[in-house]
């Protein structure tokens, strides 16, 4: 069965560094996605991207988030300047399509931990 | 600003039983709902989903149920197996479905 995958499954690193953590999308599917979970709290919408570029993000996709499709396979999240507060697990997902029919589906990865010290 | 709630933050049930798990929402401009499970350190797994224009939709030992007026859904497992042990999530979306919104989750334990 078709399968989203992270890497890496898990990253520590020094507040202020920057982190990208990495996706491949289910192959045939447009709609991509990003959420959070921090430790103990609800999964957390992040941002959404389509056709190369973002369709909607949160109030949480500041300006130390971004997003790219460097090619025809990978989903990035980068996250620019890491704050203690970023620690959270991080889901990619993907969909094959959308619309008033409702069949839509996100489909996760594992997931990545990030730990910030 | 909640808009999509789960009351209920842990459930137990005896193996054999029916699990009923709770969400409400309060968007009316909500128009396609779906019940994610997910275990310890994996991502979420997609379980079912029901859209407006249907009040229940049924797969297996799942069922879910919609009260579009009163703005709840509800998901059944019957029987409860203790594989079913597990955070439930219930999400929400427009009518193209870009944003999904996540309830806190219910944990379920099925207990043997």
């Known amino acids: 069965e078709p399968e989203v995958t992270q890497t890496p499954s898990h990253q520590v690193t020094q507040m202020g560094q920057e982190v990208i953590l990495r996706c491949v999308p289910i192959?045939?599917?447009?709609?991509f996605y990003w959420y959070r979970q921090i430790l103990g709290q609800k999964v957390e919408f992040l941002v959404s991207?389509?056709?190369?570029?973002?369709?909607?993000k949160s109030e949480i996709f500041d300006d130390q988030f971004s997003v790219e499709r460097p090619d025809g396979s990978n989903f990035t999240l980068k996250i620019r300047s890491t704050k203690l507060e970023d620690s959270a697990m991080y889901f990619c997902?993907?969909?094959?399509?959308?619309?008033?029919?409702?069949?839509?589906?996100?489909?996760f990865g594992a997931g990545s931990r990030l730990t910030v010290l | 600003d909640q808009q999509v709630k789960q009351n209920s933050p842990s459930l137990s049930v005896q193996e054999g039983r029916i699990s009923i798990l709770n969400c409400d929402y309060t968007n009316s401009m909500f128009d396609y709902f779906l019940w994610y499970k997910k275990y310890p350190a994996e991502g979420p797994t997609f379980l079912i989903s029901?859209?407006?224009?249907?009040d229940k939709n049924e797969d297996g030992r799942f069922t879910v149920f919609l009260n579009k007026s009163a703005k709840h859904l509800s998901l059944h497992i019957v029987p409860s197996q203790p594989g079913d042990s597990a955070v439930y999530f219930c999400a929400a979306s427009g009518v193209y479905g870009q944003n999904f919104v996540f309830g806190p989750g219910t944990r379920l334990s099925v207990l043997p």
């Open positions: 192959s045939n599917h447009l709609y």
């Open positions: 997902a993907s969909s094959g399509r959308t619309g008033p029919s409702g069949a839509n589906v996100l489909t």
């Open positions: 029901i859209s407006s224009i249907k």
């Open positions: 991207f389509y056709n190369n570029e973002i369709s909607e």
